[in-house]
């Protein structure tokens, strides 16, 4: 039986993304009766990965971050139930998690090794920056305590109001100029905003410096694939009583005089339930909703009016394993103007595959959406022949740059490459946005409280609650599940 008396019982959850999946785990264990419903013919989202080839190509989970004893994804998946089930390997044995690579055009470094732990970032920063030691003692100290009240779980179970952070919201950028940081420095800070879709000159400091800390904190990679991970969650689920329906594409939701009675899907099947939550852009959720009369007009303008992040576009390879040995860290190449502010960058992993001998080449890159433009209105799978040329040859050019990098690449095969148009309709994040909502200082008002919405017994999840990322996201579904059960209650029966 669930232990909290005063919300209904039966709960269906839109999405089977880590965001619904998470938020169905938690609400599972506390005794309620869970439905997940998912569009796709298999659960997970942007943690599913897919085969080419017989290897496994990643989409939204490289590296995690924050796994070790005491930290907050380890916490996280040790309430979930399945830290065991989620083999992962440490990165960093080398002092390296991250290489940055800068063009040569730029007031800068050549490169700048990020390291695991926080003195051994102190220490990398003031190596290469030795005149600005006080700067980076200036910057460097609130990630330190951004870290801590991150494994803290501050932002779950502090008293305060979820505004106090309003205080952190400044831009990074505009904090980097009062410092007068050198172009140099500037760069090698902008890369963390920029890798999660924020420019720095709009980033809020906490922000960044949550980001930033739950990687320098402890990075993993998993030793099995995406969709692994995404399988054990959901037998998690399933174990814990939950039902999972795929193929089942949400296309309503019900609501009479503001209160949810239940949804119903493209085929036509209703379900009632009096609690529903949306793990799925909140853009998506108001499209549910009927037109007139369920929520406040302002509620749809905020929504309606919210600036996503921008899309992405990968590549995945396969190159001879022994010529090019796998690389434990990840390698991103950045493009810089003169202040040190980030143009563009280069996502770049060299993996082992299931495969003897074969080694996988990923690279991430920002969508350039106007590329895309022509096939916009066509679905996955109908561009037709024109859209897979001009994605090979864009794929290919990305790989002839990577060469300037590893060299030559022996036995290389593009496996695949996906466009933002590729992820807005595989898991209808919209206009194939990455990262969902911009978290910049400039929508910090806009963006706060998402899961809350004007609709009784109606809820969102995901990474447009709180942040995105693994971590983000499974926060987001704690702040939804503590919202559910109000605070004091979560604070008594959810001991992370
Ligand atoms: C290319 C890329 C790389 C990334 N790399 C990393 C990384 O290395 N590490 C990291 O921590 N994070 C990474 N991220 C971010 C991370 O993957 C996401 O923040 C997280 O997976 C989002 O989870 P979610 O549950 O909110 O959304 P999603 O995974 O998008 O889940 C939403 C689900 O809802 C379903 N859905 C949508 N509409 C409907 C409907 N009408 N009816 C039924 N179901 C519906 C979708 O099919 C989908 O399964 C990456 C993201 C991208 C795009």
């Known amino acids: 039986m669930k232990s909290h008396s005063s919300f209904p019982e039966k709960v269906l959850i839109i999405g089977s993304g880590i965001g619904g999946l998470s938020t169905a785990i938690i609400l599972a264990k506390l005794g309620f009766d869970i439905t997940v419903l998912e569009k796709n013919p298999k659960p997970g989202g942007l943690m599913r990965s897919y085969t080419r080839d017989g290897i496994e190509c990643a989409v939204g989970v490289h590296y995690l971050g924050s796994l070790a004893q005491g930290q907050v994804l380890r916490k996280f998946f040790d309430y979930l139930g399945v830290t065991a089930a989620i083999p992962v390997t440490r990165m960093g044995q080398n002092g390296i998690i991250d290489r940055y690579i800068f063009d040569s055009s730029g007031n800068h470094p050549a490169t700048f090794d990020l390291p695991p732990g926080m003195d051994a970032f102190e220490e990398n920063l003031k190596q290469t920056f030795p005149a600005e030691q006080k700067k980076i003692a200036a910057i460097v100290d609130p990630i330190r305590k951004a870290a801590a009240q991150l494994h803290a779980l501050d932002l779950l179970y502090s008293t305060g109001n979820d505004f106090s952070l309003l205080d952190q919201s400044r831009p990074l950028g505009e904090i980097l100029d009062h410092l007068k940081c050198s172009p140099g420095l500037r760069s090698v800070l902008a890369v963390p905003a920029s890798w999660i879709g924020v420019p720095l000159h709009d980033c809020p400091v906490y922000y960044h410096n949550m980001a930033l800390a739950s990687y320098v904190s402890s990075s993993w990679r998993l030793n099995r694939s995406g969709s692994d991970m995404a399988d054990v969650l959901a037998a998690r689920l399933k174990e814990l009583g939950g039902e999972i329906i795929t193929g089942a594409e949400v296309s309503q939701i019900h609501v009479r005089s503001r209160v949810v009675t239940g949804l119903q899907l493209t085929s036509g099947d209703r379900l009632t339930a009096a609690a529903v939550i949306g793990a799925v852009h909140p853009k998506i959720v108001l499209k549910m909703l009927p037109p007139q009369g369920a929520i406040r007009p302002s509620y749809r303008q905020r929504i309606t009016g919210l600036e996503d992040t921008h899309g992405i576009f990968s590549v995945h390879a396969r190159i001879d394993g022994d010529t090019h040995p796998e690389i434990s860290h990840n390698i991103f190449k950045i493009e ?161």
């Open 336 to 496: 810089t103007d003169r202040d040190g502010n980030v143009q563009d960058l280069r996502f770049y992993q060299i993996r082992k595959s299931e495969r003897e001998g074969i080694n996988l080449l990923s690279i991430l890159t920002s969508g350039k959406n106007e590329l895309w433009v022509p096939w916009e209105n066509a679905r996955s799978g109908r561009r037709g022949n024109d859209y897979l040329e001009a994605k090979e040859r864009h794929a290919l050019q990305l790989v002839r740059e990577a060469e300037e990098l590893f060299g030559s690449f022996k036995g290389l095969k593009i496996l695949d490459a996906y466009t933002p148009l590729t992820i807005r309709d595989w898991v209808n994040s919209p206009g194939g946005s990455a990262y969902g909502v911009l978290r910049s200082s400039s929508q910090i008002l806009a963006t706060a409280l998402l899961n809350r919405t004007s609709v009784k017994g109606l809820y969102l999840a995901g990474q447009n609650v709180m942040a995105p990322g693994i971590i983000g996201t499974i926060m987001g579904s704690f702040s939804t599940v503590k919202l559910i059960l109000g605070a004091d209650d979560f604070r008594k029966v959810i001991r992370l």
